[in-house]
């Protein structure tokens, strides 16, 4: 990972001065007397390492990281800028949702306390009818006799008025 940051690091430009950063490498193919700097110029690994920066590179490379740095956290800014937007419209959207919502289940509460009182008073008036009814029972077998009452004095009348 060292490797390919330090190999991406010297492709790039500073765009501000737009000179090139580049890294100074070493004659490699100078044999070494000294069995240190041997162990100096190989990784642990065995491979070989990259050779020491001057401070001008180093200053270079680090404004080039800095500048992207700057860059990335612009970017993220901007990212939460817009998400904290989008969260802002969804929650304002989901408040509105809810304030319609409460005024549909309100007026339907209404109307449903509404039909219980008037499906109240009809039954009342079924209970009153019913035992309103009950005493037309009597009423009724009272019209019974009286019918048979009026049938017999009319066919006794029309006998009388037929007599010649």
Same mark, same amino acid.
């Given at each position: 990972m060292e490797e390919s940051s330090s190999a991406a690091a010297g492709d790039q430009r500073d765009e501000s =001065?737009?000179?090139?950063? =580049?890294?100074?490498?070493q004659d490699t193919d100078q044999p070494s007397t000294c069995p240190e700097a041997e162990q100096e110029a190989f990784g642990l690994d065995g491979s070989e390492s990259k050779t020491p920066l001057n401070k001008n590179?180093?200053?270079?490379?680090?404004?080039?990281?800095? %500048?992207?740095? %700057?860059?990335?956290?612009d970017s993220f800014s901007s990212l939460f800028d817009s998400l904290r937007l989008a969260l802002s419209e969804v929650t304002s959207g989901s408040?509105?949702?809810m304030r319609c919502f409460g005024d549909a289940v309100g007026r339907l509460q209404e109307s449903a306390l509404d039909a219980a009182t008037k499906g109240n008073r009809y039954i009342?008036?079924?209970? %009153?009818l019913n035992e309103e009814m009950k005493g037309m029972d009597s009423l009724a077998n009272q019209l019974k006799i009286l019918r048979r009452n009026v049938d017999a004095l009319d066919g006794a009348v029309n006998k009388l008025v037929r007599l010649p």
């Open positions: =001065t737009e000179e090139e950063v =580049t890294i100074r490498q590179d180093i200053l270079k490379a680090l404004q080039v990281v800095e %500048r992207d740095s %700057r860059a990335i956290a408040v509105d949702h009342n008036s079924c209970l %009153r």
